[in-house]
């Protein structure tokens, strides 16, 4: 499974509010929700998020085995 700790560390770091991606950068707040609840986003989206943040998809999302891909 894809989870988005590491996006919400990222813009800690950078100083970066989900105000600012909302009003400035045109990210929706369903993106933001979607990012919350570890939701599939498109990879489109991870590029803009990834061009915003000046940063690798690594600072953003990372791979964790759920109990379902263990039993693949």
């Known amino acids: 499974m894809i989870i988005y700790d590491r996006f919400w560390e990222t813009l800690k ?3 970066i ?3 600012y991606l909302i009003n400035t950068c045109k990210i ?3 993106t933001l929700t979607r990012l919350r609840n570890n939701k599939p986003l498109s990879t489109v ?3 803009d998020l990834c061009r915003i943040l ?3 998809l ?3 999302a990372r791979y964790v ?3 379902e891909d263990k039993s693949l």
Do not use: H, M, V, W
């Open 13 to 15: 770091e950078k100083g």
């Open 17 to 19: 509010s989900t105000y």
């Open 28 to 30: 929706s707040s369903s």
């Open 45 to 47: 989206t991870l590029n």
């Open 54 to 56: 000046d940063c690798p």
């Open 58 to 60: 690594e600072s953003i």
């Open 65 to 67: 085995p759920s109990e």
